[in-house]
């Protein structure tokens, strides 16, 4: 899993198996401040994964 912090938000990523085996990527965000987030799962690609790496560095998340 590799997890993204700012000082009020985080940023989580992981690749997981689905329920039929398949790998996918499925990614949590909320603040830091409260028990309440979201998750979103989507198909896995490793040029995805790095592409959403970018994105969290890009936005100011630090790789924890």
Partial sequence: MRL???????????????????????????????????VITEPYSPDRLNELDKERKAHGYVLS
């Fill in 4 to 38: 993204y912090l700012t000082q009020r938000r985080y940023y989580a990523i992981a690749v997981q198996p689905d329920l039929f085996g398949s790998p996918v990527i499925v990614r949590y965000w909320g603040s830091r401040l409260s028990r309440f987030g979201q």
